[in-house]
């Protein structure tokens, strides 16, 4: 086992909690001291690289949650960490937040299946997968446009993204803090309605979001091979069909002179307008293949491998060196994420740009040897910000 994989295991065990006979892993112990839905996806793929075993009971533990809708909850409040102040949201949950992530869960569970070939699990998970998905292409999708929507920034595991700067009514640069205070805005107002996803996304928040639909789209494929394992033919031809649906759709309503960008529905006009920020979510869609191979070469060349764009010193940037709200330090407004960089190096694989998303895990790597399991890295000098003890750096395991 190489030093780093060695360095990832001992990271993952540290960070291994276990409550009411379930396991699961903290994102961070001292900041992150609960469970995560889109990290937990990441988890297991990450324990993937050493045994199956601890990578069905991370997700195990998270579909124990599942809402009976079928949403699976962002957060899950396991047991209280000692020595630690993770702010307190009013929910009106008991142990789980109200609002949702990127579906990783089918992408997640395919990767389980792929190292151990075990229908058994698969079978067991499929009707937490079903409720799953069912609940993004009906809630989140309430006239069937074809594109899911979100309720709170937060969804998109991207908090604070300038995507979201013209729903939150906020200009290129403000502070974290008014930012936060903005999003809990939102949870109050969604509180009052029991977070039913329809009525909070027409009165308060409409941001459909480039990732969490190519992230969705991807899951949906998975869902039809996943269907197809269990010989569920009926399912497999629904979600291949779904998949086609919703790409169709993203190319439709987001995409623009070669560049896709997420929308929010104006009331006034009641039509989609396009979020004109330039961020990773421009590269997001060749993770589900939503791009043509001359479109992908396209967005490849003028902003991954521009300077002016994505190209920083350190790669890549999740907002572009260009936008006024960009800031190297910023939280989600500029430095580099590892998660973001295994959802690019993905992609640029399917298209063929091997030797680059080479140079982009290797440059994963060196960010993560120099200044450790950070949270994120400033992408004009590499320094490693926000928390330690984080677990995304084992991603790079997987690139
Ligand atoms: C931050 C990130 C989010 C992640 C969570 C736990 O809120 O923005 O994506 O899920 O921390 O790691």
């Excluded at 169709?248 to 989609?272: C, H, T, W």
């Amino acid at each position: 086992m190489s030093d780093f994989k060695k360095q990832v295991w001992e990271l993952m065990v540290k960070n291994r909690r276990s409550c009411h006979g379930y396991q699961y892993t903290l994102p961070s112990p001292h900041s992150y001291p609960y469970q995560w839905f889109w990290d937990s996806c990441f988890h297991a793929i990450i324990l993937c690289h050493f045994n199956t075993l601890d990578a069905k009971k991370e997700l195990l533990s998270l579909v124990s949650k599942q809402f009976e809708n079928g949403m699976i909850p962002h957060m899950i409040y396991w047991q209280k960490e000692p020595k630690t102040n993770f702010p307190v949201v009013e929910w009106g949950k008991k142990d789980t937040s109200a609002i949702t992530q990127p579906p990783m869960l089918a992408f997640a569970v395919w990767q389980i299946y792929q190292k151990d070939r075990d229908k058994g699990f698969v079978e067991k998970i499929y009707p937490s997968l079903v409720k799953l998905y069912h609940y993004f292409l009906s809630e989140r999708d309430p006239h069937n446009n074809h594109i899911a929507s979100m309720i709170n920034p937060d969804e998109s595991g991207e908090d604070n993204s300038p995507r979201f700067d013209i729903q939150l009514n906020l200009p290129p640069k403000h502070t974290l803090g008014e930012n936060y205070k903005r999003r809990l805005k939102l949870v109050a107002a969604n509180k009052q309605c029991a977070f039913d996803a329809p009525f909070c996304m027409k009165n308060f928040f409409w941001v459909k979001d480039v990732p969490m639909n190519a992230i969705l789209i991807e899951n949906l494929k998975i869902m039809e091979e996943i269907a197809s394992v269990i010989g569920n033919k009926v399912d497999a031809a629904y979600y291949l069909d779904r998949s086609k649906k919703f790409k169709q759709a993203m190319r439709d309503f987001m995409l623009e002179d070669g560049i896709f960008y997420s929308v929010y529905l104006d009331p006034k006009k009641n039509q989609y307008q396009k979020i004109k920020v330039k961020t990773w979510a421009a590269f997001a869609p060749l993770f589900a293949q939503i791009l043509t191979k001359k479109e992908a070469d396209y967005v490849i060349r003028e902003y991954l491998l521009n300077k002016k764009h994505f190209a920083a010193p350190f790669m890549v940037p999740t907002v572009s060196c260009s936008e006024p709200s960009f800031d190297p330090e910023g939280f989600w407004r500029g430095p580099v994420w590892i998660s973001i960089n295994w959802f690019i190096v993905k992609g640029l694989k399917k298209y063929g740009y091997d030797k680059l998303a080479k140079k982009i895990a290797e440059n994963s790597l060196a960010l993560v040897e120099k200044s450790g399991f950070r949270e994120h890295f400033n992408p004009l000098t590499g320094e490693g910000l926000g928390v330690r003890q984080f677990t995304w750096g084992g991603l790079i395991l997987d690139m």
